[in-house]
């Protein structure tokens, strides 16, 4: 259906029905995420992500990387891993690193939310069963979150 305006910018009476395109990240989010990575601190939340919940703790990415590579350290530990002090620091130096570079450059959004203690919820238990794990994600597929973590027990 041709209109007479086709082609031209739409008149001041149609432009407040044109829709734009929803952000494909919710700056809500990503203003807890910068928060938690520029000031410290920690907050509970329950994402949904592509029809999975995941819940946790926010953390700054140093935080995270920080953890992630006691994490790893203990690992390898456990298995009889050599040289694992060595790659438990290349985790480590990642977010001191990012740190870094961060305080170098203007502000930025940030992509990925890192969670401490998070669960993976399904519908008949939460995973892993045994503990609560570190968890990152890219914001921009997040599709919902609610503050506050879920217990499923």
């Keep these: 259906m ?3 305006n086709e082609g031209q910018e739409p008149t001041e009476e149609e432009a407040h029905l044109v ?3 929803a952000p494909d990240t919710d700056w809500f989010l990503q203003t807890l995420v910068a928060t938690a990575n520029r000031k410290g601190g920690s907050m509970g939340v329950t994402l949904l992500v592509g029809g999975t919940i995941v819940s946790g703790t926010i953390v700054s990415h140093e935080d995270y990387f ?3 590579g006691d994490e790893v350290e203990q690992g390898f530990k456990a298995a009889g891993g ?3 002090s060595e790659l438990a ?3 480590r130096n990642i977010g001191h690193d990012l740190e870094k570079r961060l305080a170098e450059a203007p502000p930025t ?3 990925f939310i890192h969670l401490r203690d998070a669960l993976i919820i399904l ?3 939460a995973l892993p069963e045994n503990r609560r794990v570190w968890w990152r994600g ?3 597929q997040v599709d919902g979150f609610l503050l506050g973590t879920f217990d499923p027990s």
């Design 2 to 4: 041709a209109t007479e």
């Design 19 to 21: 829709l734009t395109p």
């Design 66 to 68: 920080e953890n992630l």
């Design 82 to 84: 050599e040289a694992v």
């Design 89 to 91: 620091d290349i985790f």
């Design 109 to 111: 959004n940030p992509a």
């Design 123 to 125: 519908p008949n238990k």
């Design 138 to 140: 890219r914001i921009s």
